[in-house]
């Protein structure tokens, strides 16, 4: 995903990249960013992606969040 981000027509600057909950929530609290793409399925486990955007929410408001869902279950789509 970084890799493709930096790597587009327009290059997006990637600051930070993680693939469990904590680091996600580590990081953002340490940093400032405009937006975060945060996958549903992380390295916790299925769906704990979900956890952290609950968290990222709380912890840091001002950030915009994309969650990437790759599930044929309709009920995870909001």
Known sequence: M???LQQSRQPINVA???TKSMEIIKGLSA???DVAIISAD???GPLTGFRAVREARAC???I???ML???PR???VV
């Open 64 to 66: 915009r969040i994309v």
């Open 2 to 4: 970084v890799r493709a």
């Open 74 to 76: 309709r009920d995870l």
């Open 16 to 18: 930070g990249s993680a």
């Open 60 to 62: 840091c408001p001002q």
């Open 42 to 44: 992380l390295k916790d």
């Open 69 to 71: 869902v790759d599930s």
């Open 31 to 33: 940093n400032r960013f």
